[in-house]
């Protein structure tokens, strides 16, 4: 009754969960507050252009230090000099240049209103592949190893930046260009049940929930119109176990990049990624549909695991479920 009455644009979460759910933002959010605290956090080793674009996409509108300059000029201060780019780790060589950091900074950089420059921009349109795709490192035209994530990523970044007028006239054709070829080829790679693989064109490449949330939610920034018959899909194929905030999947590939051999052993969280591609998919569904997936959406968030997620060691993994709660909740109300 709730579903029909709310109709195809709002998630009728209930008025209890949703209670408990703010106070778990409100918890979480307090614990990534050290993250945005300038400029005495800079000293601390896990600090990076990556872990302060996760902080500020989740703590924004929210966060009492949340400071715009401040965080664009820590994380620029930390590009390498060859490009608009970055590595996992600032300054270190042994990590090659991101792919799927340059996405995470261009997005919160939307986020705060900070423009992307000419060379961020063009790191990501030169290393996208001619069939559209991009790798999580740079790699050679003829690898094998196009991921879903590292695409994902780049059209978030390349997407939040031009809907808000941020790219330069002399570039936006090429970003969107990119953008285009991107969502297309992600579209292409799609598996049954509306999943996809981390490595698409790998014969031992494995399909990932948390990693087709994620793709999902790409899609819909991207090409939100083509996704009726793919939300369906998702939505019939809901996980039917439950899956706590701490499940992760943790793929392993070790490659040659652009600046030689490197491992993709990223840990991927499946929850928050989860949710947010169900609150994506959920207008598209029918009232039985809906239905389902609000009473999936519902279990998922009134669990213990999520309710005392900020004990939870990693700031990682805290930032991608507040910002999935968050996601949730605005399409709530």
């Not at 709730?2 to 209930?14: D, F, K, T």
């Not at 260009?177 to 981390?198: H, N, P, T, V, Y």
């Not at 991927?268 to 809906?290: E, F, H, K």
Request: hydrophobic content about 40%; some cysteine.
């Amino acid at each position: 009754m709730r579903v029909a009455w709310a109709g195809e644009s709002r998630i009728p979460i209930s008025s209890n969960i949703s209670s408990r759910m703010k106070e778990t933002v409100s918890r979480l959010s307090a614990t990534l507050e050290s993250n945005l605290d300038f400029p005495t956090n800079t000293n601390r080793s896990d600090i990076t252009p990556w872990t302060i674009a996760q902080a500020t996409l989740a703590n924004y509108g929210i966060s009492n230090t949340l400071d715009a300059k401040q965080i664009t000029s820590f994380v620029r201060s930390t590009t390498e000099t060859t490009c608009g780019c970055w590595r996992e780790i600032p300054g270190n060589l042994g990590k090659p240049r991101n792919i799927f950091v340059s996405g995470w900074v261009l997005l919160a950089f939307a986020k705060i209103g900070e423009h992307g420059t000419r060379a961020e921009f063009r790191f990501l349109i030169d290393e996208q592949h001619q069939e559209g795709w991009w790798s999580v490192f740079p790699v050679a035209h003829e690898s094998p190893y196009a991921s879903s994530y590292g695409t994902a990523w780049a059209l978030l970044g390349l997407n939040g930046q031009f809907t808000r007028g941020f790219v330069d006239v002399s570039d936006a054709r090429r970003v969107s260009a990119a953008i285009q070829k991107g969502s297309a080829w992600l579209l292409a790679q799609r598996e049954q049940g509306s999943r996809w693989k981390d490595y698409p064109l790998l014969r031992n490449g494995k399909a990932s929930e948390s990693i087709s949330g994620l793709v999902l939610h790409a899609l819909h920034q991207t090409i939100p119109k083509q996704l009726q018959q793919v939300d369906r899909e998702w939505l019939d194929n809901l996980p039917t176990v439950s899956i706590s905030a701490g499940d992760i999947e943790h793929p392993y590939f070790y490659f040659m990049t652009k600046d030689g051999y490197a491992d993709d052993s990223f840990v991927q969280t499946r929850l928050p990624w989860l949710l947010v591609g169900t609150a994506d998919a959920y207008r598209n569904g029918s009232l039985v549909q809906r239905a389902k997936a609000l009473t999936w959406l519902e279990k998922a968030l009134d669990q213990r695991s999520v309710v005392t997620a900020d004990t939870a060691p990693d700031d990682w993994l805290r930032a991608e479920l507040l910002y999935a709660i968050r996601y949730v909740l605005e399409r709530s109300q």
